[in-house]
């Protein structure tokens, strides 16, 4: 395909990026690779929505015996608090479509703006428009790529978009409805699977929209690369973070990159939305690893890989965790009655009467009791009958989203202050993991609830006190 240019930017320039090869909207397979009737498709691996929790209603007198104490987060951990429904779910498994629908590119031209509409109208051509000025934009075509699965990420419900994520606010729960304003992107990001061994992942910012397309505005960050192509960063920005050593019992956070439309690796820029580029970075890739953090503005999603969710606790080891934990009967040390952890299966409205609570400050754990209020401190504040620190009161929850745990460690550690409960490594780690937020912030956050860490390690180990008998 030929465009006409316009005569004030000079003659109609085409530069081949790749063999120009088939451009028709049918999909093709690769030749073998597909699965045979019977047999589970390839998974390359899974998404996870950090923060997927609902903040539950107050507790009555009748729930409890005692005078009704502060709001209580309920985690939901593995479905969001509407519960998971089609293509907006907290997880998402990524596995090989039955015919490839990956795209490459294939063909630049300059073109006049005003013929951009005209040039795009073709929904069965992939393309990306980068719009240099009122007279002048460059628009990339992209052709099948018979060796790629491409899967998009954003906020619109359009049937292109694989994984529909809303905003997950801190302290847990997701911004939903008209009127909450979401600053993640309606075609935020694509991730290209190869269709063959070792299955490597590929993210990049912006997803195609209904017309098979990506569009950068004129005030987008855009710019030519040396080779004479070109590249961008959407609005809000796609971040990347890998962490060092893998995600296992020896990983510590990596450093957070920014990821272009074309699947190059920046630092950040100033802010969030500046126009101005930060610094290629020549040594990275966008390659995804097993525990890579994908930020959307909004949203934080967990990568993890098939071998890496193999190393990772099943909902069976944790339930064994949580009725070993219950079989050693820890006690109240002030009211000596016994403690428990709940079913998950009973749901998370209101903590039980048998749940335990900690003064995160200390950690030392309790049944609910309505003494060593601190009002002048706060409305959560209470004083630890045991050691005297003061600071927030909370219920403990099991962690039950497997796949954000280094280890199959027993449940130790406790974030402050939302309360959720894992192995020591999966505590520290997050604790030390400072998650986007806003235009330049960094926040940690419990990721099963997404609450702001507080104090001086964000978590905090539990001291249970056995049974007197």
Known sequence: MVLEGNPEVGSPRTSDLQHRGNKGSCVLSSPGEDAQPGEDPIKYGELI???????????????????????????????????????????????????????????????????????????????????LSRSHSVIVEYTHDSDTDMFQIGRSTENMIDFVVTDTSPGGGAAEGPSAQSTISRYACRILCDRRPPYTARIYAAGFDASSNIFLGERAAKWRTPDGL??????????VMHPAGGFSEDSAPGVWRE?????????????????????????ESNVLQDGSLIDLCGATLLWRTPAGLLRAPTLKQLEAQRQEANAARPQCPVGLSTLAFPSPARGRTAPDKQ??????????VHGYHGWGCRRERGPQERECPLCRLVGPYVPLWLGQEAGLCLDPGPPSHAFAPCGHVCSEKTARYWAQTPLPHGTHAFHAACPFCGAWLTGEHGCVRLIFQGPLD
Request: aromatic letters at 4%; one cysteine or more; glycine letters at 12%.
């Open 49 to 131: 929505v950090l923060g997927c929790c609902e903040e539950g209603g107050e507790e009555t007198e009748a729930q409890r015996g005692e005078v009704t104490g502060p709001r209580a987060h309920s985690c939901y951990n593995g479905c969001l608090a509407s519960g998971d429904k089609g293509r907006r779910r907290s997880r998402l498994a990524l596995s090989r479509r039955p015919h490839a629908n990956g795209v490459k590119p294939d063909v630049l031209h300059h073109i006049s703006t005003p013929l951009v509409s005209k040039a795009l109208s073709n929904r069965g051509q992939h393309s990306i428009s980068y719009t």
């Open 230 to 239: 070109m590249d961008g960063l959407t609005t809000n920005g796609v971040l």
């Open 259 to 283: 990821i272009s439309v074309c699947g190059n690796v920046y630092t950040l820029r100033d802010s969030r939305s500046a126009q101005q580029r930060g610094k290629l970075v020549e040594n």
């Open 355 to 364: 749940q335990p609570w900690v003064y995160v400050r200390c950690g030392h």
